[in-house]
C-alpha cells in the first residue's frame, strides 16, 4: 500500500485551520477576551426569510409519502436549475438545463473540476489567490516541486500585484488551466469587460480552459460583468461555478452550481459530458430541501431579501475600508466585494500583523501570505460581520496603532 505522495507536498494545515488554532490558543489563555473575527469568510446573516419559508414547505413535503422525495437525477431537479437558467437570461446569458450542475459549494467544484483533467496540465494561478486551486492541484500531482521563493515549478504564476491593481495579467507562456476569480478573493478587485475579453480571446486563441469563480458575483455594484459569459466566446473556453453561500447564507446549508457549456471542447471531448460523468459518480445531488431554499433566491421577494443582506456586508466592507484609509493604510476592494485588502504597515509581515491584532486588538484577520508569496505584507479583511462588531473592530485596529501609524507608513 502507498500513499498519495503529492499530500506531503502540501503545508500541515489549511490556512484557516491555522488561524483557528492560533485563536483558540490565545482564548484558552485569555479566557475573558472579546475577538472579533473578520478573518475566515463565515457569514453572520440570517438565511432569507423566502428561503425559510420554502424549506419549511420542503420539510412538510418531505412528511408526506405522496410528496416525498429520494435521490435527485444525476444534474439535479429541474425547477432550481430553470431558476439558475433564467437569472443567467437576464444578464443576456443563454444556457441549456444540462448545462447546470448543482453542488454543495463551489469551494468542492474548483477543487473537484480537476478530476476531468490530465495530470499533465500546465496551471496558471493568480498570486495571490484562494488556496483551494494550488493545494487541490498540488494534490493533482500538477504543481512539481515547491521552490524556495514559495511557488511550485510547474505553476504558471500571473503577475497580479498593486502595480496592476491586483488585476491579473495575460501569461507569456502556455497554459493549460487558468483560474480566475472576480470579484477576487482575497484582494476584492473585478475584472471589468475589456479585460475579461482579453483573457477569453487568449484562452481561445491557445486552447485554454479558464476555471472562472464567481462566488461573489452579486456584490459588484458597478457597471461590470456578472458572469463570463457576457463576453463573446466565453462558452469555447470557459468553466464558471458560483455558489449560494456568500450571497443568500448558505455557508451552513450548502448549495452551489457549476456550468460548463457544450461548446467547451478538448480535442474530441466535450467537457460537458465529462463533468456529467464525474458527477454522476462521486456526487448524489444536492438535498431537495436546501434545492427549494435556494430556488426562493430568484423570487422577487427573495431578491429583494438577499440584495438588503448584500448591502449590509457592503456597509461594513465600507466601514473598514473608510476606518483603514482615515489611519492612513492603503486598500484595495470593499466596492465590489466584502474583501477589504490592505497593505500591512512598514516592517510587518502578514503573520507579525495577525500577531499583533489578536493581541493588542483582539482582532481576527487573514495574513495575506496564506493567499501566496505575493501576499506577504498584506492582509484580508472581511465585511461579514455585524455591522456592530465591525465598527468595533474598526477602532480597535486603529487604537493599536495610534499614533504609531503614521510613523510606520
Same mark, same amino acid.
Given at each position: 500500500?502507498? +500513499? @498519495?505522495?503529492?499530500?506531503?507536498? &502540501?503545508?500541515?494545515?489549511?490556512?484557516?485551520?491555522?488561524?483557528?488554532?492560533?485563536?483558540?490558543?490565545?482564548?484558552?489563555?485569555?479566557?475573558?477576551?472579546?475577538?472579533?473575527?473578520?478573518?475566515?469568510?463565515?457569514?453572520?446573516?440570517?438565511?432569507?426569510?423566502?428561503?425559510?419559508?420554502?424549506?419549511?414547505?420542503?420539510?412538510?413535503?418531505?412528511?408526506?409519502?405522496?410528496?416525498? /422525495?429520494?435521490?435527485?437525477?444525476?444534474?439535479?431537479?429541474?425547477?432550481? *436549475? *430553470?431558476?439558475?437558467?433564467?437569472?443567467?437570461?437576464?444578464?443576456?446569458?443563454?444556457?441549456?438545463?444540462? *448545462?447546470?450542475? &448543482?453542488?454543495?459549494?463551489?469551494?468542492?467544484?474548483?477543487?473537484?473540476?480537476?478530476?476531468?483533467?490530465?495530470?499533465? @496540465?500546465?496551471?496558471? =494561478?493568480?498570486?495571490?489567490?484562494?488556496?483551494?486551486?494550488?493545494?487541490?492541484?498540488?494534490?493533482?500531482? #500538477?504543481?512539481?516541486?515547491?521552490?524556495?521563493?514559495?511557488?511550485?515549478?510547474?505553476?504558471?504564476? &500571473?503577475?497580479?500585484?498593486?502595480?496592476?491593481?491586483?488585476?491579473?495579467?495575460?501569461?507569456?507562456?502556455?497554459?493549460?488551466?487558468?483560474?480566475?476569480?472576480?470579484?477576487?478573493?482575497?484582494?476584492?478587485?473585478?475584472?471589468?469587460?475589456?479585460?475579461?475579453?482579453?483573457? =477569453?480571446?487568449?484562452?481561445?486563441?491557445?486552447?485554454?480552459?479558464? &476555471?472562472?469563480?464567481?462566488?461573489? *458575483?452579486?456584490?459588484?455594484?458597478?457597471?461590470?460583468?456578472?458572469?463570463?459569459?457576457?463576453?463573446?466566446?466565453?462558452?469555447?473556453?470557459?468553466? $464558471?461555478?458560483?455558489?449560494?453561500? /456568500?450571497?443568500?447564507?448558505?455557508?451552513?446549508?450548502?448549495?452551489?452550481?457549476?456550468?460548463?457549456?457544450?461548446?467547451? /471542447?478538448?480535442?474530441?471531448?466535450?467537457?460537458?459530458?465529462? !463533468?456529467? #460523468?464525474?458527477?454522476?459518480?462521486?456526487?448524489?445531488?444536492?438535498?431537495?430541501?436546501?434545492?427549494?431554499?435556494?430556488?426562493?433566491?430568484?423570487?422577487?421577494?427573495?431578491?429583494?431579501?438577499?440584495? $438588503?443582506?448584500?448591502?449590509?456586508?457592503?456597509? @461594513?466592507?465600507?466601514? +473598514?475600508?473608510?476606518?483603514? $484609509?482615515?489611519?492612513?493604510?492603503?486598500?484595495?476592494?470593499?466596492?465590489?466585494?466584502?474583501?477589504? !485588502?490592505?497593505?500591512?504597515?512598514?516592517?510587518?509581515?502578514? !503573520?507579525?500583523?495577525?500577531?499583533?491584532?489578536?493581541?493588542?486588538?483582539?482582532?481576527?484577520?487573514?495574513?495575506?501570505?496564506?493567499?501566496?508569496?505575493?501576499?506577504?505584507?498584506?492582509?484580508?479583511?472581511?465585511?461579514?460581520g455585524t455591522a456592530e462588531k465591525?465598527?468595533?473592530?474598526?477602532?480597535?485596529?486603529?487604537?493599536?496603532?495610534?499614533p504609531a501609524v503614521p510613523q510606520?507608513?
Amino acid at each position: 500500500m502507498k +500513499i @498519495n505522495e503529492n499530500f506531503a507536498k &502540501l503545508q500541515s494545515s489549511y490556512l484557516f485551520s491555522t488561524i483557528g488554532k492560533k485563536v483558540r490558543e490565545y482564548q484558552a489563555a485569555h479566557p475573558a477576551a472579546e475577538i472579533i473575527r473578520l478573518g475566515i469568510g463565515d457569514v453572520t446573516r440570517p438565511l432569507p426569510a423566502a428561503s425559510i419559508a420554502a424549506m419549511h414547505a420542503a420539510v412538510e413535503e418531505m412528511a408526506h409519502a405522496e410528496t416525498f /422525495k429520494g435521490y435527485p437525477t444525476d444534474i439535479g431537479i429541474t425547477f432550481l *436549475e *430553470e431558476a439558475i437558467r433564467a437569472d443567467y437570461a437576464l444578464h443576456g446569458v443563454a444556457l441549456d438545463l444540462d *448545462e447546470i450542475f &448543482l453542488s454543495d459549494g463551489a469551494k468542492s467544484d474548483t477543487g473537484n473540476i480537476g478530476d476531468i483533467f490530465d495530470s499533465a @496540465n500546465t496551471v496558471a =494561478v493568480c498570486d495571490p489567490i484562494y488556496p483551494v486551486y494550488v493545494d487541490t492541484n498540488v494534490m493533482a500531482g #500538477r504543481a512539481g516541486e515547491l521552490l524556495p521563493d514559495g511557488h511550485w515549478n510547474r505553476f504558471v504564476y &500571473l503577475d497580479c500585484t498593486a502595480a496592476t491593481g491586483f488585476i491579473p495579467q495575460l501569461p507569456t507562456q502556455h497554459a493549460d488551466l487558468v483560474y480566475l476569480c472576480s470579484p477576487n478573493n482575497p484582494t476584492g478587485t473585478a475584472m471589468n469587460a475589456a479585460q475579461l475579453q482579453a483573457w =477569453v480571446d487568449w484562452a481561445n486563441n491557445n486552447g485554454t480552459v479558464l &476555471l472562472f469563480d464567481g462566488a461573489y *458575483e452579486a456584490y459588484i455594484t458597478e457597471d461590470l460583468p456578472r458572469s463570463i459569459y457576457e463576453i463573446p466566446g466565453a462558452q469555447t473556453c470557459a468553466i $464558471e461555478f458560483r455558489s449560494f453561500s /456568500k450571497t443568500a447564507g448558505f455557508t451552513g446549508v450548502r448549495c452551489a452550481y457549476t456550468v460548463v457549456p457544450k461548446a467547451l /471542447k478538448a480535442g474530441a471531448s466535450h467537457l460537458n459530458a465529462l !463533468w456529467a #460523468r464525474r458527477q454522476a459518480t462521486k456526487f448524489n445531488g444536492v438535498s431537495y430541501i436546501t434545492q427549494r431554499g435556494a430556488e426562493a433566491t430568484f423570487t422577487p421577494a427573495g431578491r429583494a431579501q438577499v440584495r $438588503e443582506t448584500i448591502a449590509y456586508y457592503l456597509a @461594513n466592507a465600507g466601514v +473598514i475600508k473608510a476606518g483603514l $484609509e482615515s489611519a492612513g493604510f492603503q486598500t484595495w476592494g470593499g466596492v465590489n466585494s466584502p474583501y477589504v !485588502w490592505l497593505k500591512a504597515p512598514a516592517g510587518l509581515g502578514s !503573520w507579525e500583523l495577525f500577531d499583533l491584532l489578536l493581541n493588542e486588538a483582539q482582532v481576527v484577520g487573514t495574513p495575506g501570505s496564506g493567499f501566496g508569496p505575493a501576499g506577504e505584507g498584506y492582509f484580508r479583511l472581511t465585511g461579514f460581520g455585524t455591522a456592530e462588531k465591525t465598527k468595533q473592530a474598526v477602532q480597535r485596529v486603529l487604537a493599536a496603532f495610534s499614533p504609531a501609524v503614521p510613523q510606520r507608513f
